[in-house]
Structure formats: structure tokens, C-alpha cells
């Protein structure tokens, strides 16, 4: 028997494993695609003043920066929101923020952008507010899901102990709803690096006007060499959170 | 009488006006060193009781003084770090290790590394788990029965003298509860805390209480007394319904074998020749004797019919003495023992299985006879 199943129950579930290897696989494809189109299509002159590497090069930093701004945005207003609204006597504030995202969620980003755009003008600082709002919700939502599902009776025995509220919530309440948060935070960085091919429309740049040349002058290499680019940029800040998420986790859960 | 270490000064407790409150001016006392249970029915207000004691739930009037010290003066946090608190869930932290859930209350008194180190090993030998395999596991890796034994030592690490225990084996299994009852008392024995142990359990309050407190809804005191008292002159009805039926029965697990006159059936000890036997048989009332090894200790119930079967050499003859009671047994286990006897008597040796006598029916019976 013993040899038949040695010991499963220490062994990484399978999903979490696959979560470590599904984004680099499909980076590594997408890549060899793209390098494909690259060599093998018809590139001309204009495609090749399109994907001109100190254009890409720009376009890259561009997005890293709207990806990186907005999702450190995010993070800094969702989660100590989340953990606000969790307190206790907040539980008509919390429905309402989780309703009221949830509708921002739902307008198309476009349109959030073109919103920020009436009130704020054109620029990169627009499309990072946008952005944050987009995807405010999936962070705010998991910390807020993370911080409720901690077990009362492990804060009960806490605070029976002599932990003060604030203890309570630095060292029992967070390290027990880590991996929660970070899977929100993982969802809001893959929708801002993605998202963040929009920029362009308000000027705020990005790997977007790659796939905007393309489309207006009819590039198909181009279009799809950008396209290829955002995704593999979001594959890799997925994977990076997968690995912050295992690496994070307290042991012992 | 000294002065009781806590005391409700007519504490109430209730949740917003138009509801019936939880704790209805409660006045009580628990003295120094004792077992006090709360025991109720459920929604009675026995844990919300035993909540505002460490202030985990505000009293809306009413004192509570802790060493006659108003609990209300003291910053919360504090006051429960000098106090144990011991849940049903066990509520131990999933992401600590065991040797850092004992340590919780020492750190949040700032004792030093040292220190800290060798009172985790100290607890866990209490608690009879060993330091070595157990310090460095995590909670998930602990069966129920051992999570409640870690509770108790985490509660109990910064030595606190008062410990609330909140149905903390309800939810382990008979087996394991009975274990760990019984090394609870043990342990109580040894260091003699104040506790407040609330229970829904009859059977479990008279075991584990020097006094029991019988509460009503609205955390009223139906009757406060030894479980002694309490099992032989019940104050009202309520009382009578909650103890159930069975109230001698119950009675059995507070006395100890030690309090009955055994009874002295002839001895053999081996070697011994049939024809001795057979005599030492019929100069005695009984029907049966003990057959002791040469270190005294009780192997074989031997009757006439076993030595008239001379086919047997006699240290084989008769039936084997199973069970042997301590003097510190409760009278249910010797009645337990006694049933299942083929003689319908129990042996009852000293700890290192010496012979002193015989448990009957008749002398069990008489024990409880003279309560009345």
C-alpha cells in the first residue's frame, strides 16, 4: 500500500503546479510565433518603421510603467480598504463599494478610459487612473473575501490571548489571507498590462500604437508581432505573482 | 474564607433593548484554586458569562473583580494575557509552528529567548507530547485530541492563575475526551489554578468540578453546590431534568474505589497443594478464591469446581483475573468491572499491582446506602 501512494498529502496539488508552468508555455509559444511572423512574412519598409526597435523599445517602458503604476495604485487603495471595510460596523460601506466596482468592472475599459479622459485630459497619468478603478475591484474583493474566511475562532483564541486588534490583524488576519490577496492582485496586473494596450487612444502610449499603426496603415506582421508582445508581457507578471503567491504563503497552511 | 479570586457583582448582559438579555445580574464567586463549571443548557449564557470575565464581551452593569481588582480599570489586552483561555475549536494559528503557538502569550510579555525556548519543551512534557517530535509541526498536522492538548499548553505558558475553558472537549471524541479529562484533572492537581469551566455536559461537570454552577436561561443559577450535593438534593425540577435520570449512577464517578471496605476473600499463594486449597475454601463464606503469583499480585479465580478437575496443574485451574482495579478507579469503573467479572466481584490491587482485596456488589452498594 505504502509504496502505491507515497505520502500525496504532502505533495503540491496539481493545479498549483500547473500554475508555475501554464504562462511560461504559453509565453514561449506566443514568442516563437512572433519570431516566426517576423522572419517568414513580408516585412516592408513601413512595417519596419512600425516595429523600429527604439519605437518597441519606448512602447515597452510605456507599458511597464502603466502596468506598474496602476497596479501599485491599486494595491495601495484596495487593500487597506478591504481591510477597513472588514472592521467592524462597516458592512453597508463594504456592499456598497463591492456593488459600485462591480458596475466599473462592467463598463467596457474603453469607455472607462474615454470617462477619464473628459475630466482629466489627455496623458499617461489618465490611463493609470483608469486602469487602477478597472481593476480596483478584484483586489479589493479578494482581500476583503481573504480577510473574512480567516476562522473566527482562531481570532477568538487571539484576542482571548491578549492580542490588541492591531496584532490581531498583522499577525493572525494577513498572514492567513496572503494567498487570497495576491490572487487578486495577480488578476489586477494581468488585466492592467493587458488594458494597457488602450493607452494610446487618450496619448498615453504603450505597445498599443504598435498594433493601432499596424491596423491604420494594414500591417498584418505588425498588428500581431504588438499583439504578441502585450501578451507575452502578461504572462510574465502572471507568472511572477504565481511565484509570489507560492513563495508568500505562510507554511504550515 | 479568603477572598474569592473572581467575583460577579450582579453582572447583566443584553443585546440591545426589547431582547431578552444573556447574563441577567449575575452574582457569583469563584475561590481560589477551584474547579467552578458552568454547566446549561444551550443559549443559556454560560459562554457569554464566561466571555465577559475576560472582557471579550462587555458587561452592560454590573462589576466583575479579578484579585479584587475591577476588570474594567485594566486595558483589555492586558487583562487577558494574565488569564488562559482555552476554546472548544481549539483556535490554534495555522501558520505558526506548535513550539510558536505555546510562546504566543510569553512574547506578548516580553520574556526573553531563553526563557520562551525551555517553557515550550516545559509545556509540551506537561501535556505529555514530546518536545522533540512535536515543537517544530504545524497545527494541521495534529489530531483533534493533540490541537486541544497544545491549547492547553499555550494557555497555561505564561502561568497564568485563572484559566476559562470553554467546552474545550466538546468536539474530541468520547475516547479521547475521557484521556484527556482525566490528565487535565491530574494536572489541576499539581497546579491548583482557578478555573471557570463552562460545559453543557452533566456527566463532564461532575466530573471535572470542585463546584458546579447549574444555570438557566439568562444565565440564572438554578443551584450552585459540590457535585456531591447537587446529585443528592437537587433544588427544584429544573435541576432534577437537567442531572436526568440516572442521578446515583452519575454519583459513581465521584466516588473512588478507595472509599469502599473491600472484602477479603481465603488467598492461595502459589505454590499451594489442591488439598490446601480445597480447605481454605471451605472454612471461608465465599464460593471463590485469589490465586496469587510470588509477587502477590492476583492471577486466577479459583472455586471448588476448578480444583475438583484434577486433570489441571492448579496454577492453571480456574479462570484468569482480567481486570484489576486502583484504589483511585471511580466506583463506574469498578461497577464496570465488576459486571463483566465471571465472579460478580473486582479485584482491586495497589499500583504496582499488589493484592490488597475484593470489590462486591454488596460493599458498592453499601457506600452508596450510607450517603442516603
Not at chain 2, 174 to 192: A, G, S, V
Request: net charge negative; glycine share 8%.
Amino acid at each position: 500500500m505504502s509504496t502505491i501512494s507515497p505520502n500525496l498529502s504532502n505533495r503540491t496539488p496539481l493545479s498549483e503546479r500547473l500554475d508555475l508552468i501554464v504562462s511560461p508555455i504559453f509565453a514561449v509559444i506566443l514568442g516563437i510565433i512572433g519570431t516566426a511572423v517576423w522572419l517568414y512574412s513580408d516585412i516592408d519598409l513601413i512595417t519596419e518603421d512600425i516595429l523600429a526597435p527604439e519605437k518597441l523599445q519606448r512602447q515597452l517602458g510605456e507599458t511597464l510603467l502603466l502596468g506598474f503604476s496602476s497596479s501599485i495604485l491599486v494595491i495601495l487603495v484596495a487593500i487597506p480598504l478591504g481591510i477597513v471595510v472588514t472592521r467592524k460596523g462597516f458592512p453597508r460601506l463594504k456592499n456598497f463599494l463591492v456593488d459600485t466596482l462591480g458596475l466599473a468592472q462592467a463598463l467596457p475599459a474603453y469607455g472607462l478610459i474615454v470617462i477619464f479622459f473628459s475630466f482629466m485630459g489627455a496623458g499617461i497619468t489618465t490611463v493609470i487612473f483608469a486602469l487602477a478603478t478597472f481593476s480596483l475591484l478584484p483586489v479589493l474583493r479578494n482581500t476583503i473575501v481573504g480577510l473574512e474566511q480567516v476562522d473566527k475562532s482562531v481570532i477568538d483564541a487571539g484576542r482571548g490571548m491578549g492580542y490588541t486588534s492591531r496584532q490581531i490583524l498583522m499577525k493572525i488576519e494577513l498572514p492567513l489571507s496572503v494567498e487570497v490577496i495576491i490572487a487578486g492582485i495577480r488578476t489586477a496586473i494581468v488585466i492592467n498590462v493587458g488594458m494597457s494596450a488602450l493607452a494610446f487612444l487618450v496619448g498615453g502610449g504603450g505597445l498599443g500604437e504598435t498594433i493601432n499603426s499596424g491596423l491604420k496603415l494594414d500591417r498584418g506582421p505588425a498588428i500581431l508581432i504588438g499583439a504578441v508582445i502585450v501578451a507575452i508581457l502578461a504572462l510574465v507578471f502572471d507568472f511572477l505573482s504565481a511565484l509570489a503567491q507560492k513563495y508568500l504563503k505562510p507554511k504550515g497552511l | 474564607m479568603s477572598e474569592p479570586l473572581i467575583r460577579l457583582e450582579s453582572v447583566s448582559k443584553s443585546y440591545g433593548s426589547g431582547t431578552e438579555p444573556a447574563v441577567k445580574k449575575l452574582t457569583l464567586e469563584v475561590e481560589k484554586g477551584e474547579v467552578l463549571v458552568l454547566v446549561g443548557p444551550s443559549g443559556c449564557g454560560k459562554s457569554t458569562t464566561l466571555r465577559l470575565i475576560n472582557r471579550l464581551i462587555e458587561p452592560t452593569s454590573g462589576k466583575i473583580f479579578l484579585n479584587g481588582e475591577d476588570v474594567t480599570d485594566v486595558d483589555p489586552s492586558e487583562l487577558r494575557r494574565k488569564i488562559g483561555y482555552v476554546i472548544q475549536q481549539v483556535g490554534l494559528f495555522p501558520h505558526r509552528t506548535i513550539a510558536e503557538n505555546i510562546a504566543t502569550v510569553p512574547k506578548l510579555l516580553g520574556w526573553d529567548k531563553d526563557r520562551i525556548e525551555s517553557r515550550i519543551d516545559e509545556m509540551l512534557e506537561l501535556v505529555s507530547m514530546d518536545p522533540e517530535t512535536y515543537r517544530d509541526r504545524y497545527p494541521k498536522e495534529l489530531s483533534g485530541g493533540q490541537a486541544q492538548r497544545v491549547g492547553v499548553a499555550r494557555a497555561l505558558a505564561a502561568d497564568p492563575d485563572v484559566l476559562l475553558m470553554d467546552e474545550p472537549f466538546g468536539a474530541i471524541d468520547p475516547i479521547t475526551r475521557d484521556r484527556l479529562q482525566n490528565e487535565f484533572l491530574r494536572l489541576q492537581q499539581e497546579l491548583k489554578k482557578t478555573i471557570v469551566f463552562v460545559t453543557h455536559d452533566i456527566d463532564e461537570a461532575i466530573k471535572m468540578g470542585n463546584r458546579i454552577a447549574i444555570l438557566r436561561e439568562g444565565s440564572e443559577i438554578a443551584q450552585l453546590d459540590t457535585p456531591e450535593a447537587i446529585l443528592s438534593h437537587p433544588a427544584d425540577e429544573f435541576v432534577e431534568s437537567f442531572l436526568g435520570s440516572g442521578a446515583i449512577l452519575k454519583g459513581l464517578t465521584l466516588k473512588k474505589v478507595r472509599d469502599i471496605d473491600l472484602h477479603q476473600v481465603p488467598t492461595l499463594t502459589a505454590p499451594v497443594s489442591r488439598d490446601q486449597a480445597l480447605q481454605a475454601l471451605q472454612d471461608s463464606p465465599d464460593q471463590v478464591a485469589v490465586l496469587l503469583d510470588d509477587k502477590e499480585q492476583p492471577t486466577r479465580w479459583i472455586d471448588e469446581k476448578a480444583l475438583n478437575r484434577t486433570s489441571q496443574p492448579i496454577e492453571k485451574s480456574g479462570r484468569p483475573v482480567t481486570v484489576n482495579l486502583q484504589p483511585e478507579d471511580t466506583l463506574q469503573d469498578a461497577l464496570t468491572s465488576m459486571l463483566q467479572s465471571s465472579v460478580g466481584m473486582a479485584v482491586v490491587t495497589d499500583r504496582k499491582g499488589k493484592y490488597l482485596g475484593c470489590c462486591t456488589i454488596e460493599s458498592l452498594a453499601k457506600l452508596i446506602m450510607s450517603e442516603g
